[in-house]
């Protein structure tokens, strides 16, 4: 692997940035999410971080059982994102929309929309559980950060300003 290449590797590893997004979710796993973030779990240390656009993050951050009025944002959003990246479902609701699962507003669980990486368990999960599926998923960022092909090269020079 060529030297630039490896050194994304390692940086997406050490430094995954997250976008969080709510497709419907009782804000229980949202709440333990903040707290993942907070100086006392501080996710921080990992070189994790909340963006506020999904074109600047790595990992999509999804809660919530996937209501019918959020598909379309859950497939824009993932969209926006750059490749490599990585979608980790937080909470038993996006896995399987949970104790929601008989109703006619949800159009869940999330893998029918767009693929899942790691599934985070809990009603809420843990800010440490979260914070282990964050790092799992910077593995696998980092693993297909290797198989992405080279920038291609501009065919044209840079154009210049005219004052
Ligand atoms: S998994 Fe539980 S805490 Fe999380 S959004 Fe669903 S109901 Fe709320």
Not at 22 to 41: F, K, M, Q, T, W
Request: charged letters at 20%; glycine letters at 6%.
């Amino acid at each position: 692997m060529k030297l630039w290449k490896r050194l994304m590797c390692i940086c997406r590893r050490r430094s995954p940035w997250l976008f969080h997004l709510n497709a419907g979710s009782c804000n229980g796993c949202d709440i333990e999410l903040v707290a993942a973030l907070s100086p006392r779990y501080d996710v921080e240390q990992l070189g994790a971080r909340l963006e506020g656009s999904p074109r600047h993050a790595d990992i999509l951050c999804i809660t919530g059982p996937v209501t019918k009025n959020s598909v379309h944002a859950i497939e824009t959003v993932y969209g926006q994102v750059f490749a490599p990246k990585a979608v980790v479902a937080i909470g038993s609701c996006p896995a399987t929309t949970n104790v929601f699962i008989d109703s006619r507003t949800l159009d869940g669980p999330l893998a029918r929309h767009i693929p899942v990486d790691v599934y985070v368990p809990g009603c809420p999960p843990r800010p440490d559980a979260i914070i282990q599926g964050v790092v799992h998923a910077a593995v696998i960022l980092a693993e297909r950060g290797k198989d992405l092909p080279p920038m291609p090269q501009s065919e044209s020079a840079p154009q210049e300003v005219q004052p």
